[in-house]
C-alpha cells in the first residue's frame, strides 16, 4: 500500500466545488473516477480544504492510498491524460502512511484577486472581482493587519454555529497591487515589482497599471466563507466607509451582520497548504 500526494490546479468555474454533489460535477468526483480509471481500484481522496462552486485551486491538496505500483511521475502524466483541461496535476509524490492531506496541514494560503478597474476586462470575469470604484490600497492594508492572531472569527462565517469552534489563528495577511495573474510559480506579493514568470524574464501575462488588487491570508484553518466576508469588509475599508480601527470592533462584536459582504467566489483561490515535514518525499 502506498500513499500519494497530489498537488493540484484548477478553474472552478464550471464545478459545483471541491465535494461530491447532487446539482452538479464536482473536482472529486472527476478526479476520483479518473483515478479509478487509470488504477482499477476504487479511489477516496482526501483533501487540504474544500473548495466552493466557482473557487479556484493554484495548490489544492489531496492524498489517497493506492496498491499501483506506477511511477509518480508516470502516474502524474497519466491521470492528466484522462483529466480535463481545466483540471491540472501539478506533482505526484509519495509520502509516509500516516500523511493525511487535511488533518497533516499546518496552514494554508488564500488569495482574492480584484480587477479593481473603471472598466471591466473580459479577459480575467472569470478569475478576479470586477470592483469599478478605487479601492485605497493602504488603508486597507493598516485592517487587514488587525486580523493577524488568534481571534473568534464567527463575525465572518456564514454558517456560524458551527459544531467546533469559530476560533482560528490568522498568521499573514496582505493587501498589495499588482500588474500580474496569480499563477502559481509567480514570486511572494510585493508592492514595487511586478510579477515575471521564474523561467521567463518577460513582462507578465497582464499588465495595465497596478489594476489587480490581491488580498492574500495564511491561517492555521478558515471558517465558512471566512475570506470571502474578509474580502468584502475590506473592500469597504478601501471606500472609505469604514476605518481600519473599525476591524477590531467587528471582530469582537462577533457579528455577521457588521462585517462586510460575502465577496463572489470567482476571486477566490486556494494558493497552497503548509505541511511542515509532515509531508516528506518518500526516497525512490
Known sequence: MRNLKLTLAYDGTDYVGWQMQTNGRAIQEVLEHAISRLTGEPSKLLVAGRTD???HALGQVCSLRTNA???CQGFRAALQDILPEDI???????????FHATYSAKSKHYRYVIWNSQLPNPFVKRYAYHYHVALDVDVMQAAAQELIGTHDFR???????NKATSVRTVLRCSVTRQTGWPIFGYPEPSNSQPYLSPKMETAPVVASGHDFLWIDIAADGFLYNMVRAIAGTLIRVGRGYWQPSDIRRIVNEQDRTLAGETAPAHGLYLVSVDYGCADRVLEP
Open 53 to 55: 462552486s466557482g473557487v
Open 69 to 71: 505500483p506506477i511511477p
Open 88 to 98: 491540472l496535476v501539478r506533482e505526484v509524490e509519495e509520502v509516509p502512511l500516516d
Open 155 to 161: 463575525c465572518f462565517e456564514s454558517r456560524w454555529p
